[in-house]
């Protein structure tokens, strides 16, 4: 963090950003609906939106909590998961 502050800003606009590819859907998770305001789960919009941090991918908060607590993994790639990696997202509107 350091380095990063006392750089100059042609020194950060400059340096290459690398982030790593988002995990790919597993052909036996639960397939992701082209409407990104629905969620996978349940199918209906979005209520209280939380992603879970080992995929990214957003749901309602009671149906990850729900289907993480119950199977343990990410619904979409099935990557191993907690309730403790489910994080709240807020938004203006």
């Known amino acids: 963090m350091m380095e990063w502050w006392y750089q100059s800003a042609e020194e950060r606009m400059s340096a290459p950003t690398v982030y790593p590819p988002p995990p790919k859907v597993a052909k036996e998770g639960v397939q992701l609906p082209p409407d990104r305001t629905i969620c996978p789960l349940c199918l209906q919009k979005r209520v209280n939106p939380s992603v879970i941090t080992v995929s990214g991918f957003v749901f309602c908060y009671a149906c990850i909590f729900k289907f993480?607590?119950?199977?343990?993994?990410?619904?979409?790639?099935?990557?191993p998961a907690t309730v403790d990696q489910i994080r709240r997202l807020f938004h203006d509107v």
């Open 68 to 79: 993480v607590t119950q199977y343990k993994r990410c619904p979409a790639t099935t990557m």
